[in-house]
């Protein structure tokens, strides 16, 4: 009795210190952010948060937070920070530095119910509470961290098997942005064949026929209704614009600004032909194939399967920013378990990712700040990005061992 007391302790502390150390940081970086601000002539917070409080406003005022120029979210998110207006105009770095913190907790629950141990599990979602970007992007005041906590919860809830709260987080993760449509099919997948390696081995044509079971089709209709409701409750609000701007829009995207993806000269070069709309709609092709290609082969993971979904969505899409990366790095803490690869690989695949967005960035800054015009040095640098993702991807893959090959090794 004492030592599981004691052991229980000890992995309370873990966790506590962890996510303490985690928040201060976060803290300090968004109070040093506001003396930046205040100082210096390069701003740290991200001009999103301005465009977010701005449309907030709008809010408080009784307009569209469409009134405020390039706001193309939800407007959900501009009545979660309307304490912006009311209360502190750094209510949003708050929201987001928690959200961040608390999609550690969830990530260390996963891992948990995966099978490590309370000290492993703690070392792996420092990852993902110890790491740089995530830690940039959400004390800058980017939203991201919210759809990171929602997507988490929604595969917490599934390795429950709470369906109707899985489906609530999903429905409104979806409802925040259009990305998390990816998981869709494998989620489906994996309700129908719980996670089961045997039930994939019965065909597609079994699988369809499982699509129709109770728990998929409650988890079906509380997704759909939370994002129909949502959407219809804004649509009301604020009409067509809520539809267009937060998710039509991106689907018609045609962004000539210079991005990581290997569309981005394309597009840039057709920007006022008239077939350049079905290009754009043509490009998410590849995303489609390899998306569906991936939710067939490896649902019964569904972490594992919603990381590569994610990668490849982020991979091939037409607009790819580095805040992008941190949909499919907030699943890596939960794919590295088990990954067997050696740590002379792993350094070696971190460091060509590293590598990639660094050649990308020495044309993009001559380009941004200089004025030279190094479009195509841009656009190579992409492909050379999106060749490294995708060699990056394909070892991941090779060398990854799904949870169910581990579960029938444990039976065998």
Not at 47 to 57: G, L, M, N, P, Q
Not at 174 to 187: E, G, R
Not at 201 to 209: S, T, W
Not at 375 to 391: D, E, K, P, R, T
């Amino acid at each position: 009795m004492a030592h599981t007391a004691d052991h229980y302790l000890r992995k309370r502390f873990n966790l506590r210190v962890l996510n303490s150390l985690a928040l201060v940081i976060r803290l300090f970086l968004v109070g040093y952010g506001v003396y930046q601000d205040k100082t210096m002539v390069v701003k740290y917070t991200d001009i999103d948060y301005h465009v977010f409080t701005d449309a907030s406003r709008f809010v408080t005022q009784g307009e569209s937070p469409y009134n405020r120029s390039t706001y193309r979210y939800t407007p959900l998110l501009a009545w979660m920070l309307l304490p912006n207006i009311y209360a502190t105009p750094h209510f949003g770095k708050l929201l987001f530095v928690t959200c961040d913190v608390l999609s550690g907790v969830l990530l260390y629950h996963i891992l948990c119910l995966r099978g490590l141990s309370s000290d492993a599990a703690c070392r792996f979602c420092a990852l993902w509470l110890l790491n740089p970007l995530p830690i940039g992007v959400s004390t800058r005041g980017n939203a991201e961290a919210l759809l990171s906590l929602l997507v988490l919860a929604t595969l917490l809830c599934l390795e429950l098997k709470r369906f109707f709260m899985a489906a609530f987080f999903y429905g409104l993760s979806v409802h925040m942005k259009i990305y998390p449509v990816t998981y869709a099919l494998p989620i489906a997948l994996y309700i129908s064949t719980h996670g089961k390696l045997e039930a994939q081995k019965r065909g597609v044509f079994r699988i369809l026929q499982r699509l129709f079971n109770k728990e998929l089709v409650l988890f079906a209709a509380v997704a759909g209704a939370v994002f129909f409701w949502l959407t219809l409750a804004f649509y009301c609000l604020y009409g067509w614009d809520s539809v267009h701007e937060t998710y039509l829009y991106h689907l018609t995207r045609r962004d000539i600004r210079h991005n990581f993806s290997p569309y981005f000269y394309m597009i840039y070069l057709t920007a006022e032909n008239e077939w350049s709309l079905v290009l754009g709609l043509v490009s998410f092709l590849p995303q489609l194939v390899l998306v569906l290609l991936t939710s067939l082969a490896f649902h019964a993971d569904l972490p594992f399967c919603c990381f590569l979904n994610t990668a490849i969505f982020v991979s091939f899409n037409k607009v790819c920013t580095s805040q992008y990366f941190l949909w499919y790095l907030c699943f890596l803490p939960l794919i590295l378990p088990r990954l067997r690869l050696s740590k002379k690989q792993g350094i070696g695949l971190l460091l060509l990712w590293f590598a990639g967005q660094g050649l990308w960035l020495m044309p993009a800054y001559y380009l941004e700040f200089e004025g030279h015009n190094t479009f195509v040095y841009i656009w190579l640098a992409g492909l050379l990005f999106l060749f490294n993702n995708s060699f990056i991807m394909v070892q991941i893959i090779s060398h990854y061992i799904p949870e169910t090959v581990q579960r029938r090794k444990k039976n065998e």
